[in-house]
């Protein structure tokens, strides 16, 4: 609750009437005055008991006001900041605590910062500029809602010299009225807003106009259809206003004119020549990229651009006990789904994706090729349509590419993008940008590319094309499927042979997929290569289950008495059965059954039943075989009879976060008794006790892996386990928590800070 002893609202049409109404709603005890040149209006204001009294001149109501809220129109404010600069001295704005703090409201911040510096010959500690992004087509006091900005976003833009102070009261006034208050600098804000708001209502009074014009136009606004009337709401909104907007905004908006009419014109040039491949394209990115940019604002899982939004958090709650049982088919293979955009975009033809894994990481790649011109159809129920455009044929993005949380997806990007003859940077969540990135980067110099990377090697990437590459030999320091592939991708660009070998076998899903698209490859012991130069044709893509997202309920059904669960289409490749080996290792009751090849990836059925499973050293081989699936295999060694020792598993360290701390410290919390070492740890697990271990609350730091390893634990816990920071379950496993559920888990989902299920 704002505790400021008396606010000024200067302007008491919809903005100002509406933030009267929202603090009077939420029980704000203080004084509320207005100003407004409009007797009527005030009068009405007091009538609706938004306001405690007003006038229509601003000097009687400048005394005692400790906060003041413009909301005149933008063109209006240098002549009321010139009064407040008369009205009140200088002392009353400075200091790093304010006496009196100064808002506004307007859509465009640089015109305002220059009439506050014309009005006070510098900008005051206490003024602090502010836009709220909420607003209607009705006008004037009566239109005022105590609900406009709930849930609305509320930019401020403070300058250098504005006291962190006012800043905080500012906010505490805008998040009293429900809204989500983020800071931005001023020259972003009027660039963004142009875009977002400047240029479609722009298009809508520019559209309306041009149509009310004609000699149809009544028959063209009789039977308009909805989507129509929902576009052009916005043009009955006030045109003075808009006018003052256009007016103060003008270098922004024509800019985004320009690129608006650029991409109208492609568009045009498409309808004419009859390229239906070209418009798919443009109407098949705009759709998707519609959806997939509003998934990343509202689901929880992603940081936005810009950081325009913090990240959301979701908790899982996992209640002790339940029991696994059924027949079920996951998502698929995540690590086979990125690959198959990738190389289906740079083939010749169309290729045809079932199975592909809707997850964000995945959505990600896919939202990727769109932006570098390829027409993509789907995804719909796991199939997608890629029409390639051949080895040479992506177009440089507009911006830079967000892969959100995908490791994977970045540094395979990093080997494809080397080769192209455009510039390009690459950019993720926050995880992501703690992720070495040096590692593919290095060696990718050494074939002639040119990145730049953050500090310590991090992310973002920034990649720029037009380099001759090189074939190289490259002895990998450490068994890493995505550096691999990242090479091998680059070779593809390459002159002469790339070569890579392995220290230890890797996951071989690229190799076979650029086979499985005629492309040759060569492998010989631990080592593979081929020649640049080459074409990829289309081929159909069956995408298997994802192994990975299997291991958690393989998990879940060996360490349950009475399970019996069936998981169909599980990819099977040799380079990934490392949790299958491990876990009949430790005595699990698991047959693979219906055994076939699809698109050149083995798949099977999984049969798997509990059996007592006990303590083993985990064979160092089968280490790289099984490096995503540890996390669920510690909730195994902490159910099993005696000690299970992990050694030679570095590679945890740098995952989405240090797995083994991270899981030392989840199973501390549990109660389970384990060692930490630098490569690997030991778990000392409790046997056929059916309980095994506590509960407790557990902050998976935001690991997909983590959070749902000890939804898994819960099983054989005896209290509740509670799981923070959980929304990126949704990167590699859609659904999971309703999935886990069917089978017989008990887990919910809520967010953080509202008891209210979401699942």
Known sequence: MPNEARVLIVGLGLIGGSLAAALRAVGYAG??????????????????????????????????????????????????????ADLLPREALSGTAPRVVITDVGSTKAAVRDCALAAFGELPAGLVLGHPIAGSEKSGVAASNPQLYIKHKVILTPSRETAPAAVARVQTLWRACGAEVLEMDVERHDQVLARTSHLPHLLAFSLVDTLARQDERLEIFRYAAGGFRDFTRIAGSDPVMWRDIFTANRDAVLSSLDDFEAGLGRLRQAVEAGDGDAMLSIFDRASHARHYFDSLLNQTSYQVEYQMQQQGKLTFRAAP????????????????????????????????????????????????????????????????????????????????????????????????????????????DASLTKRPMGRVADPLRVMGAKIDTAEGGRPPLKIHGGQKLKGITYDMPMASAQVKSCLLLAGLYAEGETRVREPAPTRDHTERMLAGFGYEVHREGDTCWLNGGGKLTAAPIDVPSDISSATFFLVAAAITPGSNL?????????????????????????????????????????????????????PLDQVPLAIDEFPALFVAAACATGTTRLRGAEELRVKESDRIQAMADGLATLGVEHTVLEDGIDIVGAGEREVAYGGGRIDSLGDHRIAMSFVVASLRAGEEIVIDDCANVATSFPGFTELARTVGLHVEEEDAGNTEERA
């Open 31 to 84: 004084t509320i005055q207005s100003c407004d040149p409009d007797a009527g209006e005030i009068a009405r204001g007091i009538e609706m008991g938004l306001i405690d009294h007003g006038d229509t001149r601003l000097a009687s109501l400048v005394e005692g006001a400790t906060l003041i809220v413009l909301a005149v129109p933008v063109l209006a404010m240098r002549s009321v900041m010139q009064e407040l």
């Open 321 to 428: 006990g339940g029991r696994v049982a059924g027949r079920i088919r996951v998502p698929g293979d995540k690590s086979i789904s990125h690959r198959s955009i990738m190389l289906g975009a740079l083939a010749e033809g169309v290729t045809e994706v079932k199975g592909f894994l809707e997850g964000e990481d995945s959505l990600a790649t896919l939202q990727a090729f769109r932006e570098m011109g390829v027409a993509i159809e789907g995804p719909h129920q796991g199939r997608v349509t890629v029409h390639g455009v051949g080895m040479h044929g992506l177009k440089a993005p507009a911006g830079p590419l967000y892969v959100g949380n995908a490791g994977t997806a970045m540094r395979l990007f990093a080997g494809l993008l080397a080769g192209q003859g455009f510039d390009t940077e690459l950019i993720g």
């Open 566 to 618: 069936i998981l169909e289409h599980v990819g099977i490749n040799p380079t990934r059965i490392g949790v299958i080996n491990i876990l009949k290792l430790m005595g699990a009751d698991l047959h693979l059954t219906n055994e076939r090849e699809v698109g050149g990836e083995p798949v099977a059925d999984l049969h798997i039943r509990y059996a007592p499973l006990k303590g083993i050293d985990i």
